[in-house]
């Protein structure tokens, strides 16, 4: 029997796909990041920094779009373009919740993007 995938909603920020990153190198297994896409940045509220806070959330953001997980890249990408604004996860329960059976459902068929530990696979579903 092969193992339970594996499912992981974070913040939408640069510290948010770097947690799905580690979780992913951490348990040796492919993660698949749901509620974590452009679209759903862009309509989030996004929350204060502090300009220093903001720089480093910047430049982590610009480091995950050239190498972080291939599923959330454009996600770093978008952030970046946002100067490193981030948004609280919490803040999109309307959006994420009304979709999560489905989403989940295609996560168990394996035809969601996943973020596969480093070295294997690529990301896109197809690596169970």
């Known amino acids: 029997m092969a193992p339970l995938p594996v499912a992981a909603w974070q913040d939408l ?3 948010g796909i770097q947690i799905i990153a ?3 190198e951490r348990i040796g297994r492919p993660v698949t990041p749901v509620g974590m ?3 759903l940045y862009r ?6 920094q502090k300009p220093d806070k903001q720089a480093g959330n910047l ?3 610009q480091r995950l779009a050239a190498s972080g997980p291939p599923a959330l890249r454009a996600l770093a990408a978008e952030i970046v373009t946002n100067g490193g604004d981030g948004c609280e996860h919490e803040t999109l329960y309307h959006e994420v919740l009304p979709t ?3 989403t989940l459902e295609r996560v168990v068929d394996g035809a ?17």
């Open 13 to 15: 920020d640069a510290h």
């Open 22 to 24: 580690n979780l992913t």
């Open 37 to 39: 896409d452009v679209d």
């Open 43 to 48: 309509q989030g509220t996004k929350y204060r």
């Open 59 to 61: 430049k982590l953001a």
């Open 100 to 102: 999560l059976e489905h």
């Open 112 to 128: 969601a993007a996943v973020v596969p530990p480093s070295g294997t696979g690529t990301g896109t579903g197809d690596n169970t």
